[in-house]
């Protein structure tokens, strides 16, 4: 190989790089970024895998969750919550397993409900693989929650979005 030619392919070579690099420095941050919250309920381990939206300036309750209607409760893909054991919520019987979880807002009560398809599009609910619905009861949030956000703590699930909170009592089976 003549020098011109090895001088030609390394041009080529540094070029494809940095392209690589531009590429990567104009890639956008997603809307609804993914996000992982997990802890201990008992002994029990509890994971809820979610994409995140933000409030951007939006009436989220009864507007862009609308109530009486299934939520995915996150974006993008179904949000899963994944138990290590057999647990209680809301004190009924539910399997370990990995789970979507929808809710059924309401202005007053929510219906939460552990679907066993965990693998979909947010939006392919089916009620008949439902393996769990539960009512719960929403509260005011003590802050402002521009993301989407999920906690696990001693005492169960917490979702918390713009100024509401939505607790979901969790116990490990002993």
């Known amino acids: 190989m003549n020098k011109s030619n090895l001088v030609s392919l390394w041009m080529l070579l540094i070029g494809v790089l940095m392209s690589f690099g531009v590429h990567a420095q104009d890639a956008k941050p997603k809307a609804s970024p993914a996000a ?29 969750v609308p109530y009486g209607q299934v939520w995915r409760s996150g974006a993008n893909e179904a949000t899963t919550v994944t138990f290590d054991k057999d647990v209680m919520v809301e004190g009924e019987p539910l399997a370990a397993g990995t789970y979507s979880f929808y809710t059924l807002p309401g202005e007053d009560e929510w219906v939460v409900i552990f679907n066993k398809k965990a693998k979909q599009w947010g939006t392919q609910y089916d009620e008949k693989e439902d393996a769990l619905r539960v009512t719960v009861t929403p509260r005011k949030s003590g802050e402002m929650n521009e993301r989407l956000k999920y906690d696990v703590t001693d005492q169960g699930l917490l979702l918390s979005w713009e100024n509401l909170e939505v607790p979901v009592s969790i116990q490990a089976v002993q």
């Open 36 to 64: 992982t919250a997990s802890g201990k309920v008992g002994d029990a381990n509890v994971t809820v895998n979610y994409s995140s939206p933000s409030v951007k300036d939006r009436n989220i309750w009864g507007g862009l």
